[in-house]
């Protein structure tokens, strides 16, 4: 195991692990010190065959995607009615600069890319 000191004392850093994870802290210790490579594992795709799950996950938030206006921005809203996105402004390009935020037109751009 390193000896790693930590800001609390002398104590090796792994004397301050958890008893359940010493032992993968040895063999992750015990393999690199080794020269061993770490072994991973291979990424499983769902549509792998064997897979139970369908081809296509269904989609969380259905489109079409809507912007609709709202006093103060837009808001963005999927084709049940859940709102997805808000995006404030103000309604002067003075008053957007004076208080840092969007303008209408800016606030209105951005809700369409996101819907």
């Not at 393999?31 to 061993?36: D, I, L, V, Y």
């Not at 296509?56 to 259905?62: A, S």
């Amino acid at each position: 195991m390193p000896k790693v000191a930590d800001k609390f004392g002398s104590k090796p850093f792994g004397a301050l692990a958890l008893p359940k994870l010493r032992p993968a802290i040895e063999r992750l210790s015990s393999t690199r010190a080794s020269g061993g490579a770490v072994k991973r594992c291979a990424p499983v795709s769902m549509n792998s065959p064997g897979s139970t799950r369908p081809n296509k996950m269904p989609r969380r938030f259905p489109p079409p995607w809507s912007v609709e206006p709202i006093p103060g921005g837009f808001v963005v809203k999927d084709a049940t009615g859940q709102s997805l996105a808000y995006c404030y402004a103000r309604g002067t390009r003075a008053e957007a600069d004076t208080a840092k935020a969007l303008t209408m037109d800016e606030a209105r751009r951005i809700a369409s890319n996101i819907g």
